[in-house]
């Protein structure tokens, strides 16, 4: 079983729509929950990060996090061309290391 | 700007052929990492420093060795290259080791095998 599991996609909304991408987590004892997003041929870079179960907003982005279900989502409200990207769903437990999801690929028609 | 800086942007290397791709950090961060990223998949930790404390993944090949002289600069060498090397690498910094720490990349250098 992967540790983190993220549906590849291309996940295809029009623009203007919600997207919701999912993210699924195996360590129980996972503490902080974190949502890259990847151009293609670029590397990472932070939108969100979720510490405790609920919701965090930042701008058009949500973090929802389900610690019982081990599940972490981002919605992105009123999506952008430029919002085409793959987002990568990243988890860290005690120590140092950030265990990644493959990403889910994000198309945004214009 | 305060970042995280990876030379080269690419690099090509030959079968076999000793190579060394650096990073370097003005964000004064204790903790470096180097990871590999092939197409469609997840990054995978290589490797990381806490400060001159080095920690290698159980499952990083031995081919894959790392270097920090100082607190700016760390670097990844790839003794004898083969074609599954091929990948981004990309470095990146933490502030330091508490769990909400969140990491910084730099730019990656996408390495290509021949």
């Known amino acids: 079983q992967k540790e983190v599991e993220q549906n590849s996609g291309p996940l295809s909304v029009p623009e203007g729509a919600i997207a919701s991408l999912n993210c699924t987590y195996s360590d129980r004892g996972s503490q902080s929950f974190f949502w890259y997003r990847q151009y293609s041929g670029k590397s990472p870079e932070l939108i969100m990060s979720?510490?405790?179960?609920g919701d965090k907003e930042d701008g058009r982005f949500t973090a929802q996090l389900n610690k019982a279900s081990q599940y972490v989502s981002l919605l992105i409200r009123d999506s952008q061309p430029s919002d085409s990207a793959t987002y990568l769903c990243?988890?860290?437990?005690?120590?140092?290391?950030?265990?990644f999801g493959a990403g889910t690929r994000l198309f945004v028609k214009a | 700007d305060a970042m995280v800086i990876q030379n080269p942007r690419y690099q090509v290397t030959q079968f076999g052929k000793p190579v060394t791709l650096s990073c370097s950090q003005t964000l004064n961060h204790n903790v470096m990492y180097w990871y590999q990223q092939k197409s469609s998949q997840a990054p995978k930790l290589l490797f990381h420093y806490y400060d001159k404390d080095f920690n290698n993944e159980a499952d990083t090949p031995d081919n894959f060795q790392s270097r920090r002289p100082n607190t700016s600069f760390c670097f990844l060498d790839i003794r004898s290259p083969g074609l599954g090397d091929a990948a981004m690498y990309l470095c990146?910094?933490?502030?330091?080791?508490?769990?909400?720490?969140?990491?910084?990349f730099g730019s990656g250098t996408q390495l290509s095998v021949l």
């Open positions: 979720i510490y405790s179960n």
């Open positions: 990146a910094t933490s502030r330091d080791a508490g769990v909400n720490e969140k990491l910084f």
């Open positions: 990243a988890v860290k437990g005690g120590g140092f290391k950030t265990i």
